[in-house]
């Protein structure tokens, strides 16, 4: 199994550069992504270094209502959360 998926606060803004992330629906390959943490889902007996990260897009105007879906679900390198911890 891969490095662990460190703690990321709900709320956090992560701001990932183009190779940090492969995949977000209605997001433009190649490009840095923001995205304002709703949680982390790990994946259950995961092989690769890849997690889910749902959150909202800084411009969204309803982050902290409660059943406000997550605007972006954005598929993140584990080592890019590190590195965001470690920025701070």
Same mark, same amino acid.
């Given at each position: 199994?891969?490095?662990? =998926?460190?703690?990321?606060?709900?709320?956090?803004?992560?701001?990932?550069?183009?190779?940090?992330?492969? #995949?977000?629906?209605?997001?433009?390959?190649?490009?840095? @992504? !923001? =995205?304002? /943490? /709703?949680? /982390?889902?790990?994946?259950?007996?995961? !092989?690769?270094?890849? /997690?889910?990260?749902?959150? *909202?897009?800084?411009?969204?105007? #309803?982050? *902290?209502?409660?059943? *406000?879906?997550?605007?972006?679900? @954005?598929?993140?390198?584990?080592?890019?959360? *590190?590195?965001?911890?470690?920025?701070?």
């Amino acid at each position: 199994m891969g490095r662990a =998926v460190p703690e990321i606060a709900a709320g956090t803004l992560l701001r990932l550069d183009a190779g940090d992330w492969s #995949y977000g629906r209605d997001l433009t390959p190649g490009t840095a @992504v !923001a =995205v304002t /943490v /709703v949680c /982390v889902r790990d994946l259950p007996n995961r !092989a690769d270094e890849w /997690v889910w990260v749902l959150g *909202h897009r800084p411009e969204c105007d #309803y982050p *902290h209502v409660d059943r *406000h879906p997550p605007c972006m679900e @954005v598929r993140v390198k584990v080592t890019a959360l *590190h590195d965001q911890r470690q920025a701070r």
